[in-house]
């Protein structure tokens, strides 16, 4: 959760700067880029985004120690106020099935201890994110009852872990790819937050112009209204794990959006009126999208984050709910 501190940060009549979580690579690689990061915005951020590893059940053990580890100094000292854990639900090559009946509890038993162990006990855990597309190895059009069963089991799982009071972030993809998000929902009882990644992408000449994209954003099925009527509709908060604009870097026929202020100060907008939980920036050149800005590579992108984001940008509304805590209308 975010901590008091953070919240009293603003000074007087309890004002806060909008948070923004970020995303500059995993474990130690993103640890080393914190420093330029806080610079470059000219304060903390709110929380990091990482991932855990999927290619083995053995390295998703290995990689969640480390990555835990790497985000902590001297004496566990936190480098960071919070962290957003990205678990795997099951890894490239085995099935959901074999999560959902139980014959891998002590693989998530051992990612739970190795959390709580390095002081993020308290982490919000973004468990099997993007289960709607194709991408995944937990998508979950490929079995949607196995789906929700190792969802719930995995929870099960990281909450018996000793010390642990995770919040679980349950995070579909923009739109509705192999199969509808809310048609595979785990429950009330195992999600605390809805969330939602979410980059600039075209397929048509249409929606790169700006306005018309971010429009498209909103309305298409299973887009940011959706996301806000059903988490309102669940009595969840909403986030946004992953956002960024730049070039998409697949041969899919997609485009990025570039350079594209408009964006930041939409999605600035959107996540102050829904009242999201949190959100973080993708500041990284990753093999199928390059949203980099810090480097400034993005000036204009770079430009609308400092100004809406940054030391600057006070709200008078009071301290932002920690995660968890439904945003109603």
Known sequence: ?????????????????????????????????????????????????????????????????????????????????????????????????????????????????????SGWGGAIVRLGWEFNGSWMPWAAASDPKAYVAAYRRVVQDLRSTQGAHFTFDWCCAWGRNQIAPDTVYPGDDVVDIVGMDLYTRSYNPFTRDPGRRWRLMESASYGLDWLVAFSRARHKQLSIPEWGTGEALT???????????????????????????????????????????????????????RERFGPAAYRSSGPQAAPGTPSLP
């Open 1 to 117: 959760m975010l901590s008091a501190a953070w919240a009293l940060a603003g000074g007087a009549l309890g004002a806060s700067p909008l948070p923004l979580g970020v995303f500059l690579g995993n474990g130690a690689n993103g640890a080393a880029r914190l420093p330029a990061f806080e610079q470059w915005l000219g304060r903390e951020p709110a929380q990091v985004l990482d991932f855990f590893a999927y290619d083995s059940w053995a390295s998703l053990q290995s990689d969640a120690a480390w990555t835990c580890a790497s985000w902590r100094g001297p004496g566990l000292r936190p480098l960071v106020r919070q962290v957003c854990l990205s678990v795997p639900l099951t890894i490239q090559g085995a099935t959901l099935a074999e999560v959902a009946d139980g014959r891998r509890d002590a693989v998530f038993l051992a990612v739970g201890r190795s959390m709580v162990a």
């Open 251 to 305: 041969p899919d026929g997609g485009v990025g959006g570039g350079d594209d202020a408009l964006f930041v100060e939409n999605m600035a907008n959107f996540l102050e009126s829904s009242g999201a939980a949190y959100s973080d920036y993708w500041d990284f050149h990753a093999p199928d999208y390059d949203a980099s800005v810090s480097d400034g590579q993005h000036p204009l992108t770079g430009a609308a984050l």
